[in-house]
C-alpha cells in the first residue's frame, strides 16, 4: 500500500518561508514524477510544481520565482521550498506521485497539510 506523507505546513506570517516535505512509502516501484498541488477553500486543485525522476521541473508560472522544488530519489522524497509567503499563497498543499505502467499513469496522493499565512 502505497502512502505519501507530507509535512512541514504551519502558520506563517507574510514574507516568511516553509519547506513542505513528503515521503512516499510502501511502493516497490520508483514514481516518474513527483509534485505539489494545492487547494484554497473554495477554490478548485491547482498545481504548484512537479519533478521529474531525471529532474525536470514544471512550475505555476506564478510561482516559480518564489517556490523551488526538489527530490530525492534514494529517499522517495520531494521537498517544497517557499519563500516570500503571502496570504494568497493559504491553502492545503497536496503531494502527488505517479507511477507509470505500460503507458498508463497512476495517480497516488497525500493527505495534505495546512499551509496559512497571515498579513
Known amino acids: 500500500q502505497v502512502q505519501l506523507v507530507e509535512s512541514g505546513g504551519g502558520l506563517v506570517q507574510a514574507g516568511g518561508s516553509l519547506r513542505l516535505s513528503c515521503i512516499a512509502s510502501?511502493?516497490?516501484?520508483?514514481?516518474?514524477?513527483m509534485g505539489w498541488y494545492r487547494q484554497a477553500p473554495g477554490k478548485q486543485r491547482d498545481l504548484v510544481a512537479t519533478?521529474?525522476?531525471?529532474?525536470?521541473?514544471n512550475y505555476a508560472d506564478s510561482l516559480k520565482v518564489r517556490f523551488t522544488i526538489s527530490r530525492d530519489n534514494a529517499k522517495d522524497t520531494v521537498y517544497l521550498q517557499m519563500n516570500s509567503l503571502k496570504p494568497e499563497d493559504t491553502a492545503v498543499y497536496y503531494c502527488n506521485a505517479i507511477r507509470e505502467v505500460d503507458g498508463t499513469k497512476v495517480n497516488y496522493w497525500g493527505q495534505g497539510t495546512q499551509v496559512t499565512v497571515s498579513s
Open positions: 510502501g511502493s516497490t516501484f520508483s514514481f516518474s514524477t
Open positions: 519533478i521529474t525522476r531525471g529532474g525536470s521541473t
